[in-house]
């Protein structure tokens, strides 16, 4: 049966044009869905198990969505809710839908579900040998999971069938693959397989597959054949460059795409303009295998304090290397000798803003900067031994001189005081799979009905 | 000597994931398409990322004029020793290398 997919935008908090989702709302579409994050601004949101965006933002844009759903009269669907998909950010959303319907006058079917895993679960899968390492993988024992903050498995169209199966008008989903939101509903249908995953992954970042990639709005039909996909806004186009060119982004192989249950392969998909605006692919495939879900976990690995000095005296803009470089010997001799620290517990981390602090030893390109941003990442067991080696250092990296004997020199710092706490600093300790015997087993569901 | 971004129309890089990059040569044309698909070694490319050549994934796509390269991120994102949170400053020296 022919489906209609509306996807506002590729992300919440990313806006949307208001007009072209009226447009959208106007065709008829079987279901809307959107996107709530991704493991793209780092492992903080999984870590800390809070969305990075702004709640103001959330909830405004959530309410022309859930508006929009009321008119449309069909299922409005977020997968990775508040950006990592964390159990405590299903309910952060809950709580926003909740607010939302009462002031909206709302009375709504609710379906949450929860995709947050225990360390128990995956030890015990660990232990029977359901889990594989992806490429490359991090080492894992019990001991790993058990400092994992927040461990998320990623549904995928099963999950969110399940969840559409309870009626819901809303979904809040907790880690999904980003397409899996789009195909559910397509492959529940009997829609094409290989075109349900291939039109979910071109629309799953919105308007990026189109030759306007800020406009927002996508609708994409799919059938038993193939799917069609048009971008809502004025002046948006999209080509079949635009649309075979999308599976490169963010994929390191742009032909094959792993998801629960099997892979899509694109290798030999057509792709036609039907008119100056919507491109119809077909050809796409979809490979069964075996039904793993991929796993992402993120621990704390060190609490962090943070310094920033500017160098502008031209002698310390040309020498800036070895001027960290005498500097951190300095600090690294101070530490131990009055906080008796040994320098294996604790990192300083110089990077030198204008001559290499994005690539690294990777630069190939010298010059003569007017200045240099000196940023200090001190990373410790503790934020208060963070904090402490940051007010240590501070009067150094503030008058540290070159050489023996000159006058002594002050940097600029930007603010008092100058050290930052950061907190936590998180890392992403899981690159795996675990092997499912029955899809819902490591998801679970709450359906609520709420009232104005 | 040109550079690679003077003969491509765009070249662009963004994490695979949290454990892989990738980089996007989108040459714009056939002719410039064949003439980076030969200039473009992957050893060479592999040298200039600081990475064996075994780990490079290499894509040359006919279709779309372009040349893709993937390979596991040497840091992992967020991790403490990592400069580019998004990745998305690895294409400028691709863009910057003389063929």
Redesign the interface.
Same mark, same amino acid.
């Given at each position: 049966m022919p489906t209609r997919i509306l996807i506002p935008s590729g992300v919440l908090c990313l806006g949307f044009d208001r007009d072209a989702l009226a447009r959208g709302v106007a065709a008829k579409p079987d279901l809307i869905a959107i996107d709530g994050g991704s493991?793209?601004?780092?492992?903080?949101s999984l870590g800390a198990g809070q969305s990075k965006y702004a709640r103001s933002v959330t909830k405004s844009e959530w309410r022309e969505l859930m508006l929009a759903r009321a008119t449309a009269g069909v299922p409005l669907v977020i997968g990775t809710a508040g950006t990592c998909g964390a159990d405590a950010c299903v309910d952060w959303m809950y709580d926003i839908t909740l607010e939302l319907a009462a002031e909206l006058g709302q009375s709504l079917r609710i379906t949450r579900l929860y995709s947050g895993q225990t360390a128990a679960i995956v030890t015990d899968a660990l232990h029977a040998g359901r889990i594989k390492p992806? #490429?490359?993988?991090?080492d894992i024992s019990a001991e790993t999971l058990s400092q994992m903050n927040n461990i998320v498995a990623l549904a995928g169209a099963e999950q969110i069938q399940a969840a559409l199966n309870t009626g819901a008008d809303i979904i809040i989903a907790g880690r999904t693959t980003d397409t899996a939101i789009i195909a559910a509903l397509p492959l529940m249908r009997g829609d094409h397989a290989g075109a349900a995953w291939h039109g979910a992954k071109v629309a799953e970042c919105g308007a990026l597959c189109s030759t306007n990639p800020t406009s927002g709005v996508i609708m994409v039909d799919f059938d038993d054949a193939g799917f069609t996909v048009e971008p809502l806004a004025t002046g948006a186009a999209c080509t079949p #460059?635009s649309v075979?060119?999308h599976m490169?982004?963010?994929?390191?192989?742009?032909?094959i795409l792993y998801e629960p249950g099997g892979h899509l392969d694109v290798t030999g998909t057509q792709y036609h303009a039907l008119d100056a605006t919507r491109v119809r692919a077909t050809g796409s495939k979809w490979v069964p295998g075996p039904y793993t879900i991929k796993l992402e976990g993120a621990r704390a690995?060190?609490y962090?304090t943070t310094l920033l000095a500017v160098l502008r005296d031209a002698h310390y803009v040309s020498n800036a290397a070895l001027w960290v470089e005498k500097l951190g010997a300095f600090l690294i001799a101070l530490i131990t000798k009055r906080m008796g620290l040994d320098p294996a517990t604790y990192?300083l981390?110089f990077?030198l803003i204008g001559a290499n602090?994005?690539?690294?030893?990777?630069e190939?390109?010298t010059g003569t900067p007017v200045e240099v941003g000196v940023l200090l990442?001190i990373?410790a067991p503790t934020q208060a031994i963070a904090s402490e080696i940051g007010k240590l250092a501070n009067p150094h990296l503030l008058h540290y001189p070159l050489t023996v004997g000159e006058e002594l020199p002050t940097f600029a710092f930007p603010y008092s005081p100058a050290g930052t706490d950061r907190g936590a600093?998180?890392?992403?300790a899981l690159?795996h799979v675990m092997h499912l015997d029955d899809p819902m087993q490591a998801f679970s569901l709450v359906t609520t009905q709420v009232s104005p | 000597m040109t550079q690679v971004d003077v003969i491509a129309q765009k070249v662009r890089s963004?994490?695979?994931?949290?454990?892989?990059v990738?980089i996007?040569v989108?040459c714009g044309n056939s002719a410039a398409f064949d003439q980076l698909r030969g200039a473009l070694d992957t050893g060479a490319i592999a040298a200039?990322?600081?990475q064996p050549v075994t780990a490079l994934?290499r894509?040359d796509?006919t279709?779309?004029n372009?040349i893709?390269f993937?390979f596991?991120r040497p840091v992992?994102?967020?991790?403490?020793?990592d400069?580019?949170?998004?990745g998305a400053?690895?294409a400028?020296?691709l863009a910057?290398y003389q063929v």
């Open positions: 493991t793209d601004s780092g492992p903080w992806l #490429h490359p993988a991090p #460059h075979s060119a490169l982004y963010e994929n390191s192989d742009p032909f690995a060190g962090q990192d981390d990077r602090a994005t690539l690294g030893a990777m190939n390109r990442i990373t600093l998180y890392e992403f690159n | 963004k994490n695979a994931g949290p454990f892989w990738t996007d989108f200039l990322y600081q994934k894509f796509i279709d779309l372009v893709k993937s596991p992992v994102q967020g991790n403490s020793k400069r580019d949170m998004h400053a690895w400028t020296l910057e």
